[in-house]
């Protein structure tokens, strides 16, 4: 565990299922995605679509592949090294201080006792 100014830092990762879930579903957003550009690229381009479609579609598209690329590429990075690759990061205060600690978390003072009799 990593330390900072006296607090630590966690890392939250991924299991390695679900990374192999998600490299399934990448690869299938990576297919669709070429085939969704071939196919409605024949349509634009056949029904002489205006430009400002045929570039605000490619805009998208773009846009789609690169976003599948880097979660394909982060998930199979995680799956390949030892401890994965983090996700984010927290950090973890390592206490409290002592005027907080003596406070209720709804804002009054502790009491003594439960009011379990």
């Known amino acids: ?9 966690i890392s939250i990762r ?6 192999a879930g998600s490299l399934i579903g990448m ?3 990576i297919l669709f995605g ?3 550009t071939v196919i ?3 349509v634009l381009f056949t029904n002489d679509a ?3 479609v045929v570039i605000l579609f490619f805009i998208f598209m773009i846009g789609w592949m690169g976003a599948a690329i880097f979660m394909l590429v982060y998930h199979v990075l995680n799956l390949k ?3 994965g690759v983090p996700l984010f990061e927290v950090e973890i205060a390592k206490g409290f201080p002592e005027e907080a600690a003596a406070q209720d978390p709804a804002g009054g003072p502790r009491r003594r006792d439960d009011g379990n009799k």
Request: no cysteine; aromatic share 6%.
């Open 50 to 52: 205006p430009l400002g």
């Open 81 to 83: 090294r030892a401890h």
């Open 1 to 9: 565990m990593k330390s900072v100014n006296g607090n630590s830092i």
């Open 34 to 36: 070429a085939g969704f």
């Open 27 to 29: 690869i299938f957003m």
């Open 14 to 19: 991924p299991g390695k299922a679900v990374s």
């Open 40 to 42: 409605v690229t024949n």
